[in-house]
């Protein structure tokens, strides 16, 4: 199987990088994990025909991680007539029901009279939850990232390999750990604290800037906690994303090999893995 990412970026789309977006193949068929904003052209740039890949599985409901989802929801349907499936946490429903709808208000849906709602098959994941996909299983558990929202990790069972995604979360070694034993590929969100501080030094805004630094020590993951993460789990490679515009891609990663002693990627939009 392959793992496509089609969107690497965090909150800032930039010339280099889409939102999170990762597609996973096996060379007949496919799911997402999130859907962000950008991510499509990566899709289409996988090769992978749009109606092979129809599922998405959800981490959270943030723009970064979902805004994505009605410009692919549009190209499923037209011209292929697929309707895809979702998994997601709690709220997922209601936000395919409102992104449907404002899409379908400018193009209306094939094969339904004007108005007509298209009713999209959406299963919302718990703490906890085993949910059985036709492409895949999957075990879910609730982390810690911003109040108000709910967000999952993931760990799937796709094409005879494992792969945890932990979505965005400030690292809790008591989920993550489990979640990811002994994974083929930890997909993680990461930041290092040189790259915030790259980042922000051109924000001539001082509280803008110690609020982006206090967001992201509080709701995202630190490299070197990631990276201790995937040492204990046992995982075999450790992929990280969700790079703010400050990261510097060896430092990311030799700051994780210092503690994680097998092999480590960052993510860039575009890059295809094997396993």
């Known amino acids: 199987m392959r793992i496509t ?43 992978l025909p749009f109606p092979n890949a129809s599922a998405l599985v959800v981490s959270h409901l943030h723009m970064d991680h979902i805004h994505g ?57 718990g ?6 996909l036709p492409e895949a299983g999957v075990r879910s558990a ?5 109040p108000d929202i709910t967000a999952l990790a993931h760990r799937l069972a796709f094409a005879g390999c494992v792969i945890t995604y932990s979505g965005d979360t400030n690292v809790v070694p008591a989920v993550m750990v489990p979640l990811a034993d002994g994974a083929d590929l930890l997909i993680h969100e990461a930041y290092s604290e040189a790259g915030l501080a790259d980042w922000t030094a051109t924000t001539a805004d001082a509280t803008r800037r110690e609020r982006i630094l206090s967001v992201f020590a509080a709701t995202h993951s630190r490299v070197d906690t990631v990276a201790k993460v995937a040492a204990e789990s046992g ?41």
């Open 69 to 125: 989802f009605p410009q692919w929801l549009a190209h499923l349907l037209r011209p292929h007539g697929v309707v895809p499936r979702v998994y997601g946490p709690a709220g997922t429903r209601a936000y395919v029901e409102a992104a449907a709808g404002l899409t379908g208000l400018v193009s209306g849906w094939p094969g339904k009279d004007e108005g007509v709602p298209l009713e999209i098959p959406v299963i919302e994941i």
């Open 5 to 47: 990412v089609c969107g690497s970026g965090a909150g800032w789309v930039t010339a280099s990088r889409a939102n999170s977006c990762y597609l996973l193949d096996d060379g007949e068929r496919g799911l997402l994990l999130d859907c962000g904003p950008g991510s499509l052209g990566g899709i289409a740039r996988s090769g």
């Open 235 to 275: 995982v075999k490679r450790l992929l990280l994303t969700h790079l703010n515009p400050g990261e510097q891609p060896a430092r990311l990663a030799a700051e994780a090999r210092a503690y994680f002693h097998g092999e480590v990627i960052v993510a860039a939009d575009g890059l295809t893995l094997e396993l």
């Open 142 to 146: 609730v982390v810690p990232h911003a």
């Open 127 to 132: 703490d906890g939850d085993e949910t059985r």
